[in-house]
């Protein structure tokens, strides 16, 4: 059984850091593209940042290029997604997903078969 579960949620200030981590269980997680994805109320789930398989490569939503960095510790079955210079319009729940990416890559959330639970971020003014 697969099970994903992330922390590192909370409130913040605008202009501060939050670090996300998603610990995964039940799967091959080196074949495994960890994506990040956030959901804000009246609003679908978005893509925000994912890492490869293989670790060596990584994307981002232009809306937090610079600002966010995923990574991956394979040895620990994690991802983390450093959040920085946050602003009011980070405020979502984050969710992690996972998908074998061994044969294709996608960014969609409807690829994506195992979900965390989600965690909010909060980012006030």
């Known amino acids: 059984q697969v099970q994903l579960v992330e922390s590192g949620g909370g409130l913040v200030q605008a202009g501060g850091s939050l670090r996300l981590s998603c610990a995964a269980a039940?799967?091959?997680?080196?074949?495994?593209?960890m994506a990040w994805f956030r959901q804000a109320p009246g609003k679908e789930r978005g893509f925000v940042a994912m890492?490869?398989?293989?670790?060596?490569?990584?994307y981002y939503t232009d809306s937090v290029k610079g600002r966010f960095t995923a990574s991956r510790d394979n040895d620990k079955s994690t991802v983390y997604l450093q959040m920085n210079s946050l602003k009011p319009e980070d405020t979502a729940v984050y969710y992690c997903?996972?998908?074998?990416?061994?044969?294709?890559?996608?960014?969609?959330?409807?690829?994506?078969?195992?979900w965390g639970q989600g965690t909010q971020v909060t980012v006030s003014s």
């Open positions: 890492v490869n398989w293989g670790g060596s490569t990584t």
């Open positions: 997903g996972a998908r074998d990416g061994r044969d294709s890559i996608s960014m969609s959330a409807n690829d994506f078969p195992y």
């Open positions: 039940g799967l091959t997680f080196r074949h495994y593209d």
